[in-house]
């Protein structure tokens, strides 16, 4: 049903920021959970920030402080604002929208932090 397209991954130095978009093809209210993982090649994809109505953002600790996730209603779309990057964030960010009756992905954005 819904269906997720990413944007904004680059190659930046650390220190730099970014800001990753996520337009879904329904109104953003409708989404139960709306969120950014990220993975690296042979590891596990983890959260790194979710949002929703009810509870508002929700960070993984490495991120807290450093990354900011919001929406924008009229544009349908996700945004994650990642500000003083490290190394340690490189990997492939993934949109992710969940509902009752479904758990939807993005294709992926590759984001490469160099020190």
């Known amino acids: 049903q819904v269906q997720l397209v990413e944007s904004g991954g680059g190659l930046v130095q650390a220190g730099e920021s970014l800001s990753l978009s996520c337009v879904a093809s329904?109104?953003?209210?409708?989404?139960?959970?709306m969120g950014w993982y990220r993975q690296t090649p042979g590891k596990q994809r983890d959260l790194v920030a979710e949002?929703?109505?009810?509870?508002?953002?929700i960070y993984a600790d490495s991120v807290k402080g450093r990354f900011i996730i919001s929406v924008d209603n009229a544009r349908n779309t996700l945004y994650l604002q990642m500000n003083s990057l490290k190394p340690e964030d490189t990997a492939v960010y993934y949109c992710?929208?969940?509902?009752?009756?479904?758990?939807?992905w993005g294709q992926g954005t590759q984001v490469t932090v160099s020190s």
């Open positions: 949002i929703s109505n009810d509870v508002g953002g």
């Open positions: 329904v109104r953003i209210a409708s989404i139960t959970v």
């Open positions: 992710n929208a969940r509902a009752r009756n479904y758990n939807i």
